[in-house]
Nanobody, 122 residues
Protein backbone atom coordinates (compact mmCIF):
# COMPACT_ATOMS: atom_id res chain seq x y z
CA UNK A 1 0.00 0.00 0.00
CA UNK A 2 0.90 3.66 -0.32
CA UNK A 3 0.55 6.30 2.36
CA UNK A 4 0.57 10.01 1.67
CA UNK A 5 0.97 12.42 4.56
CA UNK A 6 0.51 16.16 4.07
CA UNK A 7 1.85 18.87 6.33
CA UNK A 8 2.42 22.60 6.33
CA UNK A 9 -1.13 23.90 6.44
CA UNK A 10 -2.25 26.58 8.83
CA UNK A 11 -3.72 30.04 9.26
CA UNK A 12 -2.20 32.90 7.31
CA UNK A 13 -3.23 36.44 6.41
CA UNK A 14 -4.08 37.38 2.87
CA UNK A 15 -0.92 38.06 0.91
CA UNK A 16 1.08 35.60 2.97
CA UNK A 17 2.74 32.32 2.03
CA UNK A 18 2.65 28.70 3.01
CA UNK A 19 4.56 25.66 1.85
CA UNK A 20 2.78 22.33 1.85
CA UNK A 21 4.65 19.06 1.85
CA UNK A 22 3.47 15.54 1.13
CA UNK A 23 5.60 12.52 1.90
CA UNK A 24 4.86 9.25 0.19
CA UNK A 25 5.73 5.89 1.65
CA UNK A 26 4.86 2.27 1.17
CA UNK A 27 6.17 -0.77 -0.56
CA UNK A 28 4.17 -0.22 -3.72
CA UNK A 29 4.90 3.47 -4.20
CA UNK A 30 6.40 4.02 -7.61
CA UNK A 31 8.88 6.81 -8.40
CA UNK A 32 7.11 6.99 -11.75
CA UNK A 33 3.87 8.21 -10.23
CA UNK A 34 2.56 11.62 -11.12
CA UNK A 35 1.79 13.71 -8.05
CA UNK A 36 -0.95 16.25 -7.66
CA UNK A 37 -2.52 18.69 -5.26
CA UNK A 38 -6.27 19.15 -4.97
CA UNK A 39 -8.38 21.22 -2.61
CA UNK A 40 -11.89 21.21 -1.28
CA UNK A 41 -13.62 24.17 0.31
CA UNK A 42 -16.74 23.77 2.48
CA UNK A 43 -19.79 23.09 0.36
CA UNK A 44 -17.76 22.75 -2.82
CA UNK A 45 -16.44 19.88 -4.88
CA UNK A 46 -12.84 18.84 -4.79
CA UNK A 47 -10.88 20.73 -7.44
CA UNK A 48 -7.55 20.40 -9.13
CA UNK A 49 -4.80 22.78 -8.01
CA UNK A 50 -1.51 21.58 -9.49
CA UNK A 51 0.24 18.46 -10.72
CA UNK A 52 3.72 17.34 -11.65
CA UNK A 53 4.89 14.50 -13.87
CA UNK A 54 7.04 11.70 -12.56
CA UNK A 55 10.18 13.28 -14.00
CA UNK A 56 9.34 16.72 -12.71
CA UNK A 57 9.73 18.18 -16.17
CA UNK A 58 6.04 18.91 -16.66
CA UNK A 59 3.86 20.91 -14.32
CA UNK A 60 0.22 21.89 -14.54
CA UNK A 61 -1.81 24.49 -12.68
CA UNK A 62 -5.34 25.65 -12.24
CA UNK A 63 -5.68 29.07 -13.82
CA UNK A 64 -6.51 30.79 -10.54
CA UNK A 65 -3.20 29.78 -8.95
CA UNK A 66 -0.85 30.30 -11.90
CA UNK A 67 1.93 32.67 -10.98
CA UNK A 68 1.22 32.27 -7.26
CA UNK A 69 1.67 28.55 -6.58
CA UNK A 70 4.62 26.35 -7.51
CA UNK A 71 4.64 22.56 -7.40
CA UNK A 72 7.89 20.64 -7.14
CA UNK A 73 9.08 17.22 -6.13
CA UNK A 74 12.11 15.62 -4.57
CA UNK A 75 12.14 12.08 -5.84
CA UNK A 76 14.95 11.05 -3.51
CA UNK A 77 12.70 11.92 -0.58
CA UNK A 78 9.42 10.79 -2.19
CA UNK A 79 8.09 14.24 -1.41
CA UNK A 80 6.00 16.75 -3.33
CA UNK A 81 5.76 20.39 -2.35
CA UNK A 82 3.31 23.17 -3.03
CA UNK A 83 4.70 26.64 -2.46
CA UNK A 84 1.78 29.03 -2.14
CA UNK A 85 2.45 32.77 -2.34
CA UNK A 86 0.16 35.78 -2.36
CA UNK A 87 -2.56 33.74 -0.74
CA UNK A 88 -6.16 34.90 -1.00
CA UNK A 89 -9.18 34.14 1.19
CA UNK A 90 -10.62 32.08 -1.67
CA UNK A 91 -7.65 29.72 -1.35
CA UNK A 92 -9.08 28.55 1.97
CA UNK A 93 -9.70 24.81 1.75
CA UNK A 94 -8.48 21.41 2.78
CA UNK A 95 -5.56 20.54 0.52
CA UNK A 96 -4.96 16.95 -0.51
CA UNK A 97 -2.03 15.38 -2.27
CA UNK A 98 -2.54 12.46 -4.62
CA UNK A 99 -0.42 9.95 -6.50
CA UNK A 100 -1.18 8.00 -9.62
CA UNK A 101 0.13 6.66 -12.90
CA UNK A 102 -0.52 9.90 -14.79
CA UNK A 103 -1.65 13.49 -14.44
CA UNK A 104 -5.36 13.89 -14.91
CA UNK A 105 -8.74 14.14 -13.31
CA UNK A 106 -9.18 13.05 -9.68
CA UNK A 107 -10.26 9.54 -10.64
CA UNK A 108 -6.90 8.89 -12.31
CA UNK A 109 -5.10 9.14 -8.98
CA UNK A 110 -4.89 5.93 -6.98
CA UNK A 111 -3.76 7.21 -3.61
CA UNK A 112 -4.81 10.18 -1.51
CA UNK A 113 -3.60 11.81 1.66
CA UNK A 114 -5.82 12.82 4.57
CA UNK A 115 -5.55 16.51 3.82
CA UNK A 116 -4.21 19.59 5.53
CA UNK A 117 -6.27 22.70 6.31
CA UNK A 118 -5.27 26.03 4.81
CA UNK A 119 -7.12 29.08 6.08
CA UNK A 120 -6.47 32.53 4.65
CA UNK A 121 -7.88 35.45 6.60
CA UNK A 122 -8.78 38.75 4.97
Amino acid sequence: QVQLVESGGGLVQAGGSLRLSCVASGRTFSPYYALGWFRQAPGKEREFVAAISWSGSNTYYQDSVKGRFTISRDSAKNTVYLQMNTLKPEDTAVYYCAAGPRVGLPHTYEYWGQGTQVTVSS
